[in-house]
Nanobody
Framework: QVQLVESGGGLVQAGGSLRLSCAAS????????MGWWRQAPGNQRELVAT???????DYADSVKDRFTISRDNAKNTVYLQMNSLKPEDTAVYYC????????????????WGQGTQVTVSS
């Protein structure tokens, strides 16, 4: 019914940049917050950045001043601009969207993208 499709991952050298995209499609009433998470082998999943429907953003300390989250509400898409990449940024990155299915629903449901691999070489 609802799908989040990610793109933009890949292999880059330390100090390089990548831009991730995540587009929501399907049948729903509205999208509230969106965000990006990542998980490296042997590590817990961690929150990278979030953005509200009004554009208010927040970041993990490890990516502040290097990553920028943004969204285009008309396109139901969230982006993550990743600059000055470090080997420790290597992980599978997942987007999420908190979606209200219909006008009369009280709660949002959190949907997840399929994940995209980001690998940063030293």
């Amino acid at each position: 019914q609802v799908q989040l499709v990610e793109s933009g991952g890949g292999l880059v050298q330390a100090g390089g940049s990548l831009r991730l995209s995540c587009a929501a499609s399907g049948t729903f009433f509205s999208i509230d917050a969106m965000g990006w998470w990542r998980q490296a082998p042997g590590n817990q999943r961690e929150l990278v950045a979030t953005i509200t429907s009004g554009g208010r953003s927040d970041y993990a300390d490890s990516v502040k001043d290097r990553f920028t989250i943004s969204r285009d509400n008309a396109k139901n898409t969230v982006y993550l601009q990743m600059n000055s990449l470090k080997p420790e940024d290597t992980a599978v990155y997942y987007c999420n969207a908190d979606i209200r299915a219909s006008r009369t629903d009280i709660f949002n449901f959190r949907y997840w993208g399929q994940g995209t691999q980001v690998t940063v070489s030293s």
